[in-house]
């Protein structure tokens, strides 16, 4: 059973920083596909960043670029969001994904979702 655990989201200030992890059992992590995904009250869940399997390959939603960088630890089997400059803009509950297939973006190809952490920007 793949479980995927969020962690590190807060309250904080305009400007500040915040780390999520987000810890992953029950799947092949060094060959899954790793996202992170938000949802803003009454929008729709977006997509923030993607990772390839072995970190080399990454993209973002260009509202985030510069400012956020997603990684990930093959070894503790462990996806990370680095979230610097933060605007009132990124809030939302932020989620983790993995698919286990090929490079993608797209929400409706991931396969398994963890339970989200809120991230919350106060102006």
């Known amino acids: 059973q793949v479980q995927l655990v969020e962690s590190g989201g807060g309250l904080v200030q305009a400007g500040s920083s915040l780390r999520l992890s987000c810890a992953a059992s029950?799947?092949?992590?060094?060959?899954?596909?790793m996202g992170w995904f938000r949802q803003a009250p009454g929008k729709e869940r977006e997509f923030v960043a993607a990772?390839?399997?072995?970190?080399?390959?990454?993209d973002y939603l260009d509202s985030v670029k510069g400012r956020f960088t997603i990684s990930r630890d093959n070894a503790k089997n462990t996806l990370y969001l680095q979230m610097n400059s933060l605007k009132p803009e990124d809030t939302a509950i932020y989620y983790c994904?993995?698919?286990?297939?090929?490079?993608?973006?797209?929400?409706?190809?991931?396969?398994?979702w963890g339970q989200g952490t809120q991230v919350t920007v106060s102006s």
């Open positions: 994904a993995a698919r286990g297939r090929g490079w993608s973006v797209r929400r409706s190809t991931y396969d398994d």
């Open positions: 029950g799947l092949t992590f060094s060959r899954s596909i």
């Open positions: 990772i390839s399997w072995s970190g080399g390959n990454t």
